[in-house]
């Protein structure tokens, strides 16, 4: 386990530098490979994230992006992860980077899961970079604590790409990457503003795996070597 620091006073300044180390990465992967990965959470911190990237100069064309995790509700719903991409991402020169969604026409994600899995081996895995989020109560992608489903989703030998999920207190059913998945991305990144969420994550490093926020797993992970990005606030 180990993890990287990078303290900003503000969220702006942030995102600019996080946004060109992306961008950094992305065509690097393309010059390598031919193509670059890059899955994306939701909630309103990734927002200006997204606004920054889209204005990144490489070769959208050749990067997919897809979602560390989605609620199950039509693309369309206010709280989709879906919606949320399409409108502050897929947007100027990232018009034409590809986009796969991780919701499907069937009523839960429960039954979607081999669905999903399909559709996810398609991306070429392991992932170039993933962009976490935590929430205040400790969760990252779609691991709550108590959750249903997340034995499943956090299980480090687990072999599905995917897992539904039903949080106890957040709203909607949900469908996310696993552990495993995410832990196996060549660049993996936290961005979190402001004093409170740091507090959790201290909590978090504290506690170790043993606690009880899910953060954790993804800290205290071995051979996880975590880029957490910080802002103190989101204004300038």
């Known amino acids: 386990m180990s993890w990287k620091l990078h303290y900003f006073d503000t969220d702006p300044l942030l995102v600019d530098e996080l946004a060109v180390e992306i961008g950094r990465v992305l065509q690097a992967a393309i010059a390598g490979r031919g193509q670059a990965s890059l899955a994306v959470s939701g909630g309103s911190t990734p927002v200006a994230l997204f606004r920054r990237l889209s204005e990144i100069d490489i070769d959208w064309a050749k990067v997919l992006i897809t979602l560390v995790d989605e609620r199950w509700v039509d693309e369309d719903h206010p709280d989709s992860n879906a919606r949320l991409v399409r409108e502050k991402l897929l947007q100027n020169r990232a018009v034409y980077a590809r986009f796969l969604g991780l919701k499907t026409d069937l009523p839960d994600p429960f039954s979607a899961e081999p669905d999903v899995h399909d559709r996810l081996s398609g991306l070429g895995l392991p992932l170039d970079a993933v962009v976490l989020g935590m929430g ?64 959790v994550l201290e909590q978090a490093i504290t506690e170790g795996i043993e606690g009880e926020l899910p953060v954790a797993r993804v800290l205290h992970a071995p051979g996880c070597c975590l880029q957490i990005y910080h802002a103190k606030s989101g204004e300038n």
Do not use: N
């Open 136 to 199: 205040r109560d400790g969760h990252t992608a779609s691991f709550f604590a108590g959750a249903r489903g997340i034995d499943k989703a956090l299980d480090p030998r687990g072999v599905q790409l995917c897992c539904a999920v039903e949080p106890e207190a957040a709203p909607h059913a949900r469908m996310t990457l696993t552990l495993p998945v995410i832990l196996a991305a060549r660049h993996c990144y936290l961005h979190i503003v402001g004093q409170e969420k740091k507090q």
